[in-house]
């Protein structure tokens, strides 16, 4: 899918890495928004938030697959959180299933 062609991917620093790591960026927006979708493709569970609202009110997403064949991603409509000027976006990540100490699908961590 070609949604995610242009991506620019994140990751936590070995400093930030820990139960829950956190990812903000903030950004401007000059014009009227005519359609705002985010895109969440992550290897566990994620809160999304957009100028300190929650994108969505459901918990525990995305659901678990065997992420070495299938890696799934949620989609929001969030134009209605996009304002004119300084927007910001935020993240807060846990590992889920994806990254357990005990064993599943033959394998004892995620590669």
Do not use: H
């Not at 566990?44 to 065997?66: A, E």
């Amino acid at each position: 899918m070609d949604n995610f062609k242009n991506c620019k991917w994140i990751a936590a620093s070995k400093a930030e890495t820990g139960p829950a790591p956190m990812f903000r960026k903030t950004f401007d927006i000059e014009k009227t928004v005519k359609k705002a979708t985010l895109y969440a493709c992550g290897l566990g569970y994620g809160l999304y938030y957009i100028n300190g609202q929650s994108v969505t009110d459901d918990v525990l997403l995305t659901p678990v697959t065997r992420y070495d064949l299938t890696v799934l991603y949620n989609s929001y409509d969030v134009t209605t959180l996009i304002k004119a000027g300084k927007n910001a976006v935020g993240a807060m990540l846990g590992n889920g299933w994806y990254c357990t100490l005990y064993p599943r699908w033959d394998t004892y961590k995620a590669p």
